[in-house]
């Protein structure tokens, strides 16, 4: 079992700048891989980054790509979302999630776990 805490959403005009992290319970985290996905009111949930356990594979929606930087320390078993240049767009519930079994990583299906998500606004 995994507990996945995320934290770092807020307030933030656009062209501004957050980090979000998620916190990982467990002593496998190394062995998950990571990924944020984000929910905007009145859509359906998109996939937005991921990482492999082991911190070799990044993966970004062509949404974020040069804006979004995915990264993890699994000595503290946290990932982390370093979120710049932010667009109204932007703005949505963003959930981290873990999947141990592999699978394609933009499918919200093949995550085992997620955490409780974290509000990020961005005002134009």
């Known amino acids: 079992q995994v507990q996945l805490v995320e934290s770092g959403g807020g307030l933030v005009q656009a062209g501004g700048s957050l980090r979000l992290s998620c916190a990982a319970s467990g002593r496998t985290f190394s062995s998950y891989r990571m990924a944020w996905f984000r929910q905007a009111p009145g859509k359906e949930r998109e996939f937005v980054a991921a990482?492999?356990?082991?911190?070799?594979?990044?993966y970004y929606a062509d949404s974020v790509k040069g804006r979004f930087t995915i990264s993890r320390d699994n000595a503290q078993n946290t990932v982390y979302l370093q979120m710049n240049n932010l667009k109204p767009e932007d703005m949505a519930v963003y959930s981290c999630?873990?999947?141990?079994?592999?699978?394609?990583?933009?499918?919200?299906?093949?995550?085992?776990?997620w955490g409780q998500g974290t509000q990020v606004t961005v005002s134009s």
């Open positions: 990482i492999s356990g082991n911190g070799g594979n990044l």
């Open positions: 999630a873990a999947n141990q079994w592999g699978g394609t990583y933009y499918y919200a299906r093949n995550y085992n776990y």
